[in-house]
């Protein structure tokens, strides 16, 4: 089994056509296939090497490795379609040769007539054939003298085009509706539907995944494959991902791209895992599942043909599944670039990573996404008595608990750091002794000294970073970050200034 995804290199890669190659490497992997990129350039002014590039990387990002096309090579290349050009003029003279092709000269201005007059008669826009009959000799005269002309391919008439798609059943068209469809450009380039037959016959595609924008492309490429007296792949035509109002997924809701998708802070097992769920099911009931399992269970006749819409509250359920699953080091690497554009970090040390690793996986699993990490994080990095003083609620309940906020100050003055849960447990228990206080009434003012915050992780999360941070030294690449008795005392002093006892 040979499969492919071909994508063209002019935007970044939808999350759409990331789907159709994610079903692709799954029937490769899951049968031992063969998982082939070809990149499809033949779009001059559109395509460009950034987005190849950046199609390359969000697919490796995705975990869908290649092994044959770009960056890998193979013994069917070239594998961008513009080192291909020599391949497909030749065959183009083949299919002149024998007649199943022929040159049309008809300029744009009289294919545009000609497609209104169709419109406005209540036909299908085709080519009228008015090139059809000109001798193959006179026509190549007429490019010899510098005529610009087209190449188009020679549809049989009065015959239907039928296959069988794995995923749709029996297709049938009929030719009357086709048109003879252009082969090469005058500029020399390929046409889309030829230049995909000859690659895809050339590099010996078994099986053809993509979108079911694609169906009414099917017909005129086996009439191609027909011409050419080769077999061709298995068709499977699989639905177009949807938006939550059932139109195609656009800017309109949201994001589209994997791009989007990896700058939003998703993770790409989580990503992969998701996008697999867009039309089918592994089944027995379950649906989180590593990439090479799902690979595992992946069949072509349990796609469905129901169009998948993109929720992306699932993809956040999902998503925060690996968050709770990843490595604390991975997440730690991973929040950086979320922390530094805060700038509460810039190039962390050894002992800053090691330091994030510990304050990060708490937060991360409480999130959908990790650029949702500084607001969890915002404790730790810009503590602010007086920011937090500036509030009416949070004033007004620190006022009345004046006296367990004092105590709080006290206590961290004589306590050792509270590195971890138990040091954090111990002090609270003193806590509640030298105040009588208990629940709520105790841990609340907590919170609001130490973090400057109504809510958040929970404190013996939040405490033991503080103090895990304050403890890093000045060149660790990390904002300095006040333990946790500075803060209590800062809170403290700040609170008698702005509500004097008494008063």
Known sequence: MRVRFAPSPTGQLHVGNARTALFNWLLARGSGGTFILRIEDTDVERSTLESERAILEDLRWLGLEWDEGIDTGGDRGPYRQSERLHIYRAHAVE??????????????????????????????????????AIAEADARARVERGEPAVIRFRVPENRDVVFNDLVRGE??????????????????????????????????????????????????????????????????????????????????????????????????????????????????????????????????????????????????????????????????????????????????????????????????????RLEQLPARLHFLFDFSASRALESDAIRTEADAARDVIAALAKELAASPPLLDRETFRAMVARLRERTGQKGKALLHPVRLALTGEAEGLELDAAVPAIEQGARLGDGEGIRRIPGAAERAAAFRDRLALLVPPGL
């Open 95 to 132: 299919l002149l040769s024998r007649g199943r092709a022929y040159r049309c000269f008809c300029p744009p201005e009289q294919l545009e007539m000609d497609r209104y007059a169709a419109l406005r008669q209540g036909q299908p826009p085709r080519y009228v054939g008015r090139c059809r």
């Open 171 to 368: 297709v049938r068209f009929s030719s009357e509706v086709i048109g003879d469809p252009v082969l090469v450009r005058s500029d020399g380039n390929p046409a889309y539907n030829y230049a995909v037959v000859v690659d895809d016959a050339l590099m010996g595609i078994t099986h053809v995944i993509r979108g079911e924008d694609h169906i009414s492309n099917t017909p005129r490429q086996l009439l191609l494959y027909e011409a050419f007296g080769w077999q061709p792949p298995v068709f499977a035509h699989v639905s177009l991902v949807l938006g939550p109002d059932h139109g195609v997924l656009s800017k309109r809701h949201g994001a589209t791209s994997v791009a989007e998708f990896r700058a939003r802070g998703y993770l790409p097992e989580a990503l992969a895992n998701y996008l697999a769920l867009l039309g089918w099911s592994p089944g027995d009931g379950e649906e989180l599942l590593p990439i090479e399992e799902l690979a595992r269970r992946f069949k072509l006749e349990d796609v469905g043909r129901s169009a998948g819409v993109f929720d992306v509250e699932k993809l956040a359920w999902v998503n925060r599944h690996y968050l709770k699953l990843a490595a604390p080091d991975r997440l730690a690497r991973l929040a950086v670039p979320y922390l530094q554009r805060e700038g509460w970090v810039s190039e962390p040390s050894a002992d800053a990573l090691a330091f994030l690793a510990r304050a990060v996986a708490p937060a991360a699993a409480s999130v959908d």
